[in-house]
């Protein structure tokens, strides 16, 4: 099995494990996660750009039906995950439209950082409330 076989692979065992554990209440909610998360994929997305360019990105989504699929299910994830944010972003005082246009830019990328954010801001405004 080839490393572009088995990535995928590893990555649908570490999403089952974490909807697994979210579900049951045992995941944690850390800024910190999230933001190494982020940090890896981002280094994972520059790493992928910088060996293919951006080109690839956008004929695996158009070269045929399944590509287009994965297309629409990556756009009306990210847009989902984004209104679930929002209020709570509106309530942290986050500045939506940068963050909407940087979603739209970069999808999960932005999400994560986003959501890093706002956890961060979140356990901010506990701490000072304690």
Do not use: C
Not at 17 to 32: E, N
Not at 54 to 60: I, V
Not at 70 to 89: E, G, N, T
């Amino acid at each position: 099995m080839s490393i572009l076989e088995g990535l995928p692979i590893l990555a649908y065992a570490a999403a089952l494990g974490t909807l697994i554990r979210v579900a049951l209440g045992k995941a944690s909610t850390s800024w910190r996660i999230v933001a190494l998360l982020g940090a890896a994929f981002t280094a994972f997305t520059v790493w992928t750009v910088l060996d293919g360019g951006l080109l690839p990105f956008w004929l695996n989504h158009t070269t045929n039906l399944a590509g287009n699929q994965v297309w629409f299910d990556l756009l009306i994830s990210v847009v989902l995950a984004f209104v679930l944010l929002l209020p709570r972003a509106r309530a942290q005082g986050m500045a939506i439209l940068p963050w909407a246009l940087a979603v739209a830019a970069t999808a999960s990328l932005a999400l994560l950082v986003m959501l890093a954010r706002l956890l961060w801001l979140e356990a901010e405004a506990r701490a000072r409330t304690t």
